[in-house]
């Protein structure tokens, strides 16, 4: 994740620009934590029309120039970051290095893509995009329809452009292992103000967006962005965040010098906290290097040292696999768990014509899986 930035730094009217990201190699735990908490609150603040609140600087780093000033800086402090269980093991599906050919219309000054095939296989943070009039080392960071997504860089031409995709997407059976953490701790909001209304309006505003929760549209899109992106944003399929805005809790005021070391000028701070849970997984390793294929079905073969010498001769499992040709056990001695079901009638499709006959499931060959296929027989 690269710096992010909702304002440029420019006197008197800062203006507001898009969050800017880059790829990252490793699993997204505080990066991800603090852009989620830092995109929400843009989001909400964006929604007011008071100039104060919509100048706010938002964003993990402590400001030192007068024009990013009023701020609230985002800060986690964590309590307990644990394994998700003792000896805890979690397998999902390896990914692979797919590239893709498409067409797609893209605006000048805009990030957002559109009149794409198909999203299906795209995924935020993850699938780069090549095309021209597209900057380099695109990324997309958002799908935001069945036919259109949203990268972190902005086309500098409108037109009808040939797209070169390249990300992972799982397209076999190979399986990895994950590590899966726990953490929990406290997310802080500190608020700076250059005088002392604008720091409680800051405040306010973060009270209401907060706690308030969804009463009005600035806490309903704070909430959204943190629990209705799920694959929709960069790490959203590995990072999970649950905020408990019950609790809401203030660190009191004080005033301090400016950072920019003034003789005269105070900065008005006050500060609160909030507790948050969450979950994340270890990033997928590149490669199919310590994958392991899906197991669907186990074959045995039905044999001891001690042979089965109460069973009829002739039936299966006499013979000791190193007996027969080559020593390879004919597939139809072996037993099938699952069973190979050849035919299954539905209940729903056989409606009142039940039978008392089953079907051979494979599970004993030539035997079937009853002694009698007619469980009822008639007399």
């Not at 397998?91 to 299906?120: D, F, H, R, Y």
């Not at 004080?254 to 909030?274: G, Q, T």
Request: proline share 7%; charged share 25%.
């Amino acid at each position: 994740m690269g710096v992010q930035k909702d304002q440029q730094s420019v006197v008197p009217n800062p203006r507001v620009v898009k969050p800017q990201y880059l790829a990252q190699q490793t699993l997204q735990y505080k990066t991800f934590l603090k852009r989620t908490m830092t995109e929400a609150l843009q989001n909400a603040f964006g929604l007011y029309e008071d100039p104060t609140l919509h100048k706010a600087k938002i964003g993990p780093d402590y400001q030192t120039t007068r024009a990013n000033f009023p701020s609230i800086v985002i800060k986690f402090y964590e309590k307990q970051l644990q394994n998700i269980g003792v000896g805890h093991m979690e397998w999902g599906p390896a990914a692979n290095i797919i590239e893709l050919k498409g067409t797609g219309k893209i605006t000048e000054g805009s990030g957002e893509i559109t009149e794409l095939a198909t999203v299906q296989d795209l995924f935020p943070g993850i699938t780069e995009v090549k095309g021209d009039g597209i900057p380099k080392n695109a990324i997309i960071i958002r799908i935001t329809g069945e036919n259109s997504v949203l990268i972190n860089k902005e086309a500098f031409e409108t037109r009808d452009t040939n797209l070169s995709i390249r990300g992972e997407l799982s397209i076999d059976e190979k399986f990895i292992e994950y590590h899966h953490s726990l953490y929990q701790g406290d997310v802080a909001f500190e608020v700076y103000g250059l005088n002392s209304p604008d720091r409680d309006k800051i405040a306010d505003a973060l009270v209401e967006v907060v706690q308030m929760g969804t009463v009005g549209e600035e806490g309903k899109t704070f909430q959204e962005r943190i629990y209705d992106t799920i694959g929709l944003s960069p790490y959203s399929d590995w990072h999970f965040i649950a905020v408990n805005t019950d609790l809401l809790q203030g660190f009191g005021e004080r005033e301090e010098l400016a950072p920019w070391m003034p003789e005269d000028v105070w900065v008005y701070r006050c500060e609160y906290r909030v507790p948050i849970i969450g979950e994340f997984y270890s990033i997928t390793p590149k490669g199919s290097k310590g994958t392991l294929g899906l197991v669907k079905r186990v074959k045995l073969y039905p044999w001891n040292t001690a042979g089965i010498s109460d069973e009829p001769e002739g039936r299966f499992g006499e013979v000791e696999p190193s007996e027969f040709p080559g020593g390879q056990v004919p597939n139809e001695d072996y037993l099938n768990f699952p069973p190979i079901v050849p035919f299954r009638r539905h209940t729903f499709g056989a409606g009142l014509s039940f039978s008392n006959q089953l079907p051979d499931t494979g599970l004993h060959p030539h035997i079937g899986l009853y002694p009698s296929k007619v469980l009822f027989p008639k007399e």
